[in-house]
């Protein structure tokens, strides 16, 4: 029987916002989607300020400078953002 590996320190590498959704995709392979409605400056942001991110640390959390806003994977996973 085989196993999958848990990724203990998820990593962001790709942060895509459309007028819905918050998408992350990290390097083990999964993809995160969460309602933009829950992240209201996300929400309130512009189209450009939204594809204005950073990652932290190594792909930890993103960070939006425009808008000061921080998420961090692990949040993001666990439902707490």
């Known amino acids: 029987m085989s196993t999958l590996a848990i990724e203990l320190h998820p990593q962001a590498h790709t942060i895509k916002c459309t007028d819905n959704h918050l998408i992350v995709e990290l390097l083990d392979g999964r993809t995160l989607s969460a309602p933009l409605a829950w992240?209201?400056?996300?929400?309130?942001?512009?189209?450009?300020?939204?594809d204005n991110w950073q990652l932290l640390g190594e792909g930890e959390g993103v960070h939006w400078p425009?808008?000061?806003?921080?998420?961090?994977?692990?949040g993001l996973l666990s439902g707490t953002h």
């Open 39 to 50: 992240f209201p400056r996300l929400a309130q942001a512009t189209q450009k300020q939204r």
């Open 66 to 74: 425009e808008i000061d806003e921080d998420l961090s994977v692990a």
